[in-house]
Nanobody
């Protein structure tokens, strides 16, 4: 089995920072593109940022300049450094990854369970 697990969520004051981590585990053959999504109450899930296997990042306009996405392929881990947080950043953050396992010939999309980020004023 292949699993994604997020850590690092919590409560932070506006203007503060937080760092999220997502680690993939299981029978991984190829870990392709990875991404962070978020979903606020009553809102649609949205893409926060993504990063290719080689490390090329992309960001949503709402977080550009404030968030940094990175990955450590040797540790199968995705990171999201969040700075200058505001109330609009409050959401459940989900890890997403395209993975090919050692027992399957096609790549599949996997999701983590999510981690809550709450920004207070």
């Amino acid at each position: 089995q292949v699993q994604l697990a997020e850590t690092g969520g919590g409560l932070v004051q506006a203007g503060g920072s937080l760092r999220l981590s997502c680690t993939a585990s299981g029978s991984i053959l190829i870990l392709n593109e990875m991404a962070w999504y978020r979903q606020a109450p009553g809102k649609q899930r949205e893409l926060v940022g993504s990063i290719t296997k080689s490390g090329s990042p992309n960001y949503a306009d709402s977080v550009k300049g404030r968030f940094t996405i990175s990955r450590d392929n040797a540790r199968y881990t995705l990171y999201l450094e969040m700075n200058s947080l505001n109330a609009e950043d409050t959401a459940v953050y989900y890890c997403n990854a395209v993975i090919m396992s050692t027992s399957e010939w096609r790549a599949r999309e996997y999701w983590g369970q999510g981690t809550q980020v709450t920004v207070s004023s």
